[in-house]
Nanobody, 126 residues
Framework: DVQLQASGGGLVQAGGSLKLACAAS????????IAWFRQAPGKEREGVIC????????YYRDSVKGRFTVSSDNAKNTVYLQMNSLKPEDTAVYYC???????????????????WGEGTLVTVSS
C-alpha cells in the first residue's frame, strides 16, 4: 500500500523558515512524482510544488518561486520541502501526495494526485 507521512509543521514568524518532510513507502519513487499541496483556512486546496526525479523537472506555484525548494533523499524515500521567507499567507495545512501524472503537466489548479498523505499544519505569524 502507498503510504505518505508529512511532518515538520509548526509555528514560525514571518520571514522565517521551516522544512517539511514526506516519508513515502509502498511504491517505487521513479513510478510516481511527489507533490506538495496546501489548504488554507476557508480556501480551496492548491498545488505548491512537484518534484519529478525521473524527468528532472520541478513545478513551482508562482507565489512560492524563489522561496520554496524541494529535494529528495531516495535512500530514505523522503522528500523535503524547504520553505524560506515565509509569509502569513503561507499559513495552511500542507499535504504531500504521490502521483502518476508527471510534474510537467501540473498547473496551479491541479489537485488530483493519486494518493494523499496526512497533512501537517504550518502557521506563519505576522
Amino acid at each position: 500500500d502507498v503510504q505518505l507521512q508529512a511532518s515538520g509543521g509548526g509555528l514560525v514568524q514571518a520571514g522565517g523558515s521551516l522544512k517539511l518532510a514526506c516519508a513515502a513507502s509502498g511504491f517505487t519513487f521513479g513510478d510516481y512524482v511527489i507533490a506538495w499541496f496546501r489548504q488554507a483556512p476557508g480556501k480551496e486546496r492548491e498545488g505548491v510544488i512537484c518534484l519529478d526525479d525521473r524527468d528532472n523537472f520541478t513545478y513551482y506555484r508562482d507565489s512560492v518561486k524563489g522561496r520554496f525548494t524541494v529535494s529528495s533523499d531516495n535512500a530514505k524515500n523522503t522528500v523535503y520541502l524547504q520553505m524560506n521567507s515565509l509569509k502569513p499567507e503561507d499559513t495552511a495545512v500542507y499535504y504531500c501526495a504521490a502521483d502518476t501524472v508527471r510534474c510537467k503537466y501540473y498547473t496551479d489548479s491541479y489537485v488530483y494526485p493519486d494518493y494523499w498523505g496526512e497533512g501537517t499544519l504550518v502557521t506563519v505569524s505576522s
